[in-house]
């Protein structure tokens, strides 16, 4: 996957584009690595070009929603659509993090 | 050669390694376009994304990786031409680095006219199959609890350092699909030590950050079955 982030005004804005595989565990630990060095209250992910993402990057944003979790900051998936959206319905999901279209 | 199952067809492999191979595996050797009706195997070396794509459009019936100084022809290689399939064969080596379930779900869905979600399923059920081939059954990681990212970080040190043990590298995973007017067979195989397969999955805990991939298979997949003492999943998808 490419990614990006931008953080501003306590908020840490994540792009995924691409395919979120075991792959990309460097990219999800610089991103925790960022989350532990900033102020930040909120990680927004923005998944609009993410096309896929497998048991790995499930477990992944898992990671860092216990990460945030520590730091009492909420993770928000924004905008998970077809498989992705699909992966995340059967894997519950929306119990699991604030998910917005 | 009338005796002939397959004409085979190399790039990148010296000439007299490919035609030694061709005789062992009783295929005629080809210049370019298959032969009298034969199906046509590919042996390449070297695959990258682009060439995989390519390499596994029509004719190609089979897509060998020439690597370790072998072409990998596996047990599912003749049923698989018999049937009328679609066969890769990689290392774990490149297939760690490829990804190989994108490009060869997209090429049995083309030749199966299958929708989009449908190729998506199939895609990620294979995805999926193949990191447990590659991961457990080849590089023979044991299956352990990636729960926090420090464990994360180990696990894929150790992936990396189980990759340059070539013995274990080396090991082949092989993707083989058949179709009917019913149903999308699609099956992995690894070379490993193989693991018995409990029948139901335990029920899963919703945040757990590992051991997911075989309930994803079993939500995706309509039939799931192992074999050979669990170095094969046969994945059937209805069409």
């Given amino acids: 996957m490419e990614y990006e982030t ?8 994540v792009t995924l584009r691409g395919r979120i ?19 930040a209250t909120r990680l927004e992910f923005d ?20 990460a ?34 | 050669m009338s005796t002939a199952t397959a004409a085979l067809l190399a790039e990148g492999v010296p000439p007299m390694v490919a035609a030694g191979l061709a005789e062992d595996a009783g295929f005629a050797m080809v210049g370019e376009a ?49 049937a009328g399939g679609l066969y890769l064969s990689l290392s774990t080596t490149t297939a760690y680095g490829l990804g190989p379930a994108h490009a060869f779900a997209a090429a049995v869905a083309a030749r199966t006219d299958m929708s989009h979600a449908a ?25 352990s609890p990636r729960e ?18 070539s013995r274990r590298a080396a090991r082949r995973v092989e993707i083989a699909a058949r ?14 030590r193989g693991f018995i397969h409990t029948a139901q999955p335990a029920a899963a805990d919703p945040t757990a950050k590992s051991g997911r991939g075989l309930t994803l298979i079993r939500h995706l997949a309509a039939g799931v079955e192992f074999s050979d003492g669990g170095r094969r999943i046969a994945m059937s998808f209805a069409r």
């Fill in chain 1, 21 to 39: 595989t075991y792959a990309d565990h460097p990219s999800f630990r610089n991103v925790m690595s960022q989350l532990a060095n900033s102020s």
């Fill in chain 2, 119 to 143: 190729c998506q399923g199939l895609e990620l059920a294979l995805h999926e199959a193949t990191v447990n081939a590659m991961l457990h059954g080849n590089l023979e990681m044991p299956p």
């Fill in chain 2, 179 to 192: 179709w009917s007017r019913a149903a999308i067979e699609v099956s992995v195989r690894d070379e490993g």
């Fill in chain 1, 68 to 101: 945030a979790a520590q730091r009492k900051a909420t993770v928000v998936l924004k905008g998970p659509k077809g498989q992705v959206q699909r992966i995340f319905a059967s894997n519950r999901f929306e119990s699991l993090f604030a998910i917005q279209q």
């Fill in chain 2, 34 to 82: 298959p032969k009298d009706g034969l199906p046509l195997v590919l042996l390449l070396s070297e695959i990258d994304p682009d060439r995989l794509t390519r390499a596994l459009r029509p004719p190609t019936a089979a897509c060998l990786e020439f690597a370790f100084g072998k072409a990998g022809i596996g047990p599912g290689l003749g049923p698989t031409l018999r």
């Fill in chain 2, 148 to 165: 926090t990212i420090e464990a994360m970080t180990e696990f894929y040190r150790s992936v990396e350092a189980h990759l340059a043990d």
């Fill in chain 1, 6 to 13: 931008l953080e501003k005004n306590g908020i840490i804005h």
């Fill in chain 1, 47 to 66: 998944l609009a070009n993410a096309e896929f993402i497998d048991s790995a990057g499930l477990g992944m944003l898992l990671l860092v929603r216990d």
